[in-house]
Structure formats: structure tokens, C-alpha cells
T-cell receptor, first 121, second 116 residues
Framework: AQTVTQSQPEMSVQEAETVTLSCTYDTSENNYYLFWYKQPPSRQMILVIRQEAYKQQNATENRFSVNFQKAAKSFSLKISDSQLGDTAMYFCAFMKHPSNAGGTSYGKLTFGQGTILTVHP | EAQVTQNPRYLITVTGKKLTVTCSQNMNHEYMSWYRQDPGLGLRQIYYSMNVEVTDKGDVPEGYKVSRKEKRNFPLILESPSPNQTSLYFC???????????????FGSGTQLSVL
């Protein structure tokens, strides 16, 4: 079974600075997807960024980028130029690729515990 | 607008009183699932459905039922709610057919359930 660990329950950062959220995972699979989701106070789950394990290049989406270290099973999220609107809970998540996902694993997201990020003015 | 609609957003009930949380999607997705979110545990899958009349248990199915009679709807049923089912619930859907896979899940807005 896959596990996802976010070791930082809470983080804070000053507006305009950079912050990195950590995520490690455990799997024996070679092909999978990794995600970061943002959950603001509205509770909506918003996809921030995704990474396909077979791609070496780290994913980026505007101010958000990841550091994907497949061998170390690490998937950290870097937020540059932090904004007040980035204040939210952030979840790291794992999904098996469908080619090797059977039974109850198909389409299932395995989430970490979450990190509460507060951006201070 | 493509969306997953959950109702209600908030629900307070008492132990043992049957309730249903509805979920509907307008994207013709085959795959739908339910998650619960608890502090320190993240989100955990309760049930999922790969298509009409095809449902299966996730990681924490005890105390819950689901049905998938139509492609767009996937209600979550708590036949005899207990206080340990107090949680934030999310419905999600995706295009996860075997021939057309899209790993991005669309989430509903969540239902905060309190069982007294």
C-alpha cells in the first residue's frame, strides 16, 4: 500500500518570500502521478500542480514548482513570491497509473496529512 | 459549467438518524468517489464507482453505503450515523475509463457533517 507523509503540520511565510512544503511517499510502483492540492478556507479542493513519475522534468505552474526526486521518493512544492491568497491547507497526493492499478487502487488518491500555510503581510 | 455538486454543504444530525448526501456531476464521467477528511489524517477514500451499477469499497467503507443507478449521481448513505462519522466529506469525479484516462479529479465543494 502507498503512504504519503507531510511532516510539516504548519508553515508560515512573509508575503513576497519563497516557501517550500515537503512531501515524501512510499511505493513500489514505477509509474504513478503526484499532485499538490490547495484547500483555502472555502474548503474547495484546488489542483495546484501535478507530476508524472516517468517525466524527469520538474513541473511548474506560474509561481508554483516542484522538486521531484524519484529515487528519494520526495515531492516538495515551492511557492515563489508568496501572496496572501496562498494561505490555505496544502495536500500532497499519490495516484497509481491505471496500467498498474487494479482493484481498489484504480483512480484512488492517497493523501498526506496536510500542511497549513499562512502568508503574513 | 463543468462541476460536481454536493448537497447539503452543512448537516447536523443525531445518532442513528439515516441521512443521504447527494453528489451529481455534469461531465459524463464514468468514475466517481467519496472521501472523508479528518484532521491529521488527510483525505481517505470511502467508496468509488467505475460506472453505473459498479461500486466498490475504498479504505474506510464501514458505516457507509453508496449507489450508482445513473451515471451522473453517486449518493452517500449513512443508514445509522454515529459521532465518529463527524467529518468533512468530498465527492469527486473523473474520466477514468480504461480507454480514456484522465488522472485529474474534479471535487465537489464538500459537506461538513456533524453527528451528535
Amino acid at each position: 500500500a502507498q503512504t504519503v507523509t507531510q511532516s510539516q503540520p504548519e508553515m508560515s511565510v512573509q508575503e513576497a518570500e519563497t516557501v517550500t512544503l515537503s512531501c515524501t511517499y512510499d511505493t513500489s510502483e514505477n509509474n504513478y502521478y503526484l499532485f499538490w492540492y490547495k484547500q483555502p478556507p472555502s474548503r474547495q479542493m484546488i489542483l495546484v500542480i501535478r507530476q508524472e513519475a516517468y517525466k524527469q522534468q520538474n513541473a511548474t505552474e506560474n509561481r508554483f514548482s516542484v522538486n521531484f526526486q524519484k529515487a528519494a521518493k520526495s515531492f516538495s512544492l515551492k511557492i515563489s513570491d508568496s501572496q496572501l491568497g496562498d494561505t490555505a491547507m496544502y495536500f500532497c497526493a499519490f495516484m497509481k497509473h491505471p496500467s498498474n492499478a487494479g482493484g481498489t487502487s484504480y483512480g484512488k488518491l492517497t493523501f498526506g496529512q496536510g500542511t497549513i500555510l499562512t502568508v503574513h503581510p | 459549467e463543468a462541476q460536481v455538486t454536493q448537497n447539503p454543504r452543512y448537516l447536523i444530525t443525531v445518532t442513528g438518524k439515516k441521512l443521504t448526501v447527494t453528489c451529481s456531476q455534469n461531465m459524463n464521467h464514468e468514475y466517481m468517489s467519496w472521501y472523508r477528511q479528518d484532521p491529521g489524517l488527510g483525505l481517505r477514500q470511502i467508496y468509488y464507482s467505475m460506472n453505473v451499477e459498479v461500486t466498490d469499497k475504498g479504505d474506510v467503507p464501514e458505516g457507509y453505503k453508496v449507489s450508482r443507478k445513473e451515471k451522473r449521481n453517486f449518493p452517500l448513505i449513512l443508514e445509522s450515523p454515529s459521532p465518529n462519522q463527524t467529518s468533512l466529506y468530498f465527492c469527486a469525479s473523473s474520466l477514468l475509463g480504461l480507454d480514456s484516462f484522465n488522472e485529474n479529479l474534479f471535487f465537489g465543494s464538500g459537506t461538513q457533517l456533524s453527528v451528535l
